[in-house]
């Protein structure tokens, strides 16, 4: 008869629990990004934005902190309640 070892259940890493309150952040494009290096040109993209003056309202994650922090230099970011 072989043994049959039981797989331990690994606890999650991070707590599944959601945060009180949602927070979002509008981020809006002031600067133009013509002769701006092509990852930069990318970054606004993925936030959603296309060309000057236009805004996104997106969730407050860390990986949209790091997108801002990127291209901050051409972005003006507001915290808003509900999009």
């Known amino acids: ?5 039981t797989k331990v ?4 890493k991070r707590a599944a629990t959601a945060p009180a309150g949602d927070r979002y952040v509008k981020v809006t494009l ?3 990004l013509i002769g701006t290096p092509l990852d930069q040109r990318a970054t606004a993209k993925g936030l959603g934005l296309r060309k ?3 805004s996104a309202t997106l ?8 997108m801002i922090t990127k291209i901050g230099w051409a ?5 808003v309640e509900k999009p």
């Open 30 to 32: 002031v600067r133009s």
């Open 52 to 54: 000057p003056q236009s």
């Open 9 to 12: 259940k690994k606890s999650p």
């Open 75 to 79: 972005l003006k970011v507001e915290t």
């Open 1 to 5: 008869m072989t043994d049959v070892a």
């Open 59 to 66: 969730k407050d994650t860390p990986a949209i902190q790091g």
